[in-house]
């Protein structure tokens, strides 16, 4: 992924329109669950897959130096070298997507990286995550200082109150600040879904971040009560569909787990 996402304007009489329909969305999210895994080898290439789209990640209280060093040696070789010669993919580079990090931990990471020899790009959390409950100059100058530290990805997240009260445009108008305050950065906008309300809200709160040129759209901080779920996901990828089909412009999903995330190919 290069070129960044623009974003659209502001369409208001598409989001009054959304209703998303949750009984239809819960059984799909069955029928999901409900297929056969893939096995044997097509099992260990989408595996190696999925580690090539992870964000390696740490955000805790206790984050030293020395921590981030050794998350960035294990963003470089995240797979025992044994079980890739054994799959005949040692000599194929795998490496994790990303390091995301603290902004006061970005350099840091990138110091780490550029020690260890490899280009693996570092993201930061940025707008007072998890909660962004604090001013937006704060949080706007947050993004600002990450990027010039060395992030080449920001993770901002949304301020749930705008989604629960309805109030998308001023919801639109922060993520904007949030995207020209990345500048050359690309942007991933959180929703914390798990503090939305509603699929119709998971819905619009993703149409609005994409409309306003986010790059990447995620689930979840990962510090919520409930955070990815199949029906959450479900309609985040259809909101992105929906996108694609009026805007021609693709996004990217972003899942959180406990402890990594993984970027989905855009549905076109």
Not at 29 to 42: F, L
Not at 62 to 82: F, G, M, V, W
Not at 88 to 114: E, F, Q, S, W
Request: proline content about 3%.
């Amino acid at each position: 992924m290069s070129a960044h996402q623009q974003g659209t304007e502001l369409d208001l009489s598409w989001i009054s329109k959304i209703q998303v329909n949750k009984p239809a969305v819960l059984r799909r999210a069955e029928q999901i669950q409900a297929r056969r895994p893939v096995k044997k080898e097509w099992q260990a290439a989408w595996l190696l897959k999925a580690v090539t789209c992870i964000d390696l990640t740490t955000l805790s209280g206790d984050d030293t130096a020395s921590n981030i060093q050794r998350l960035c040696y294990k963003a470089k070789y995240p797979i025992r070298e044994d079980l890739l010669k054994a799959l005949n993919m040692h000599d194929k580079g795998i490496t994790t997507a990303a390091v995301c990090v603290y902004p006061a931990r970005v350099c840091d990471a990138v110091r780490a990286l550029k020690a260890a020899g490899c280009d693996i790009p570092v993201a930061s959390v940025a707008t007072g995550f998890p909660a962004a409950q604090t001013h937006l100059k704060t949080r706007l100058e947050e993004i600002r200082l990450a990027v010039e530290d060395g992030a080449t990805e920001i993770d901002v997240v949304i301020n749930r109150t705008l989604v629960l009260t309805g109030q998308w445009k001023a919801l639109y108008d922060e993520i904007r600040q949030f995207r020209k305050a990345c500048g050359e950065a690309h942007l991933k906008t959180i929703l914390a879904t798990g503090e939305l309300g509603s699929l119709t809200n998971v819905y619009k709160a993703s149409m609005i971040a994409m409309m306003a040129g986010s790059d990447f759209i995620k689930t979840s901080t990962g510090k919520e009560t409930v955070n990815a779920t199949f029906p959450v996901a479900i309609v985040m990828l259809r909101a992105i569909r929906d996108f694609f089909w009026k805007t021609g412009n693709k996004i990217y999903h972003h899942v959180t787990g406990r402890y990594a995330a993984y970027h989905d190919l855009p549905m076109s």
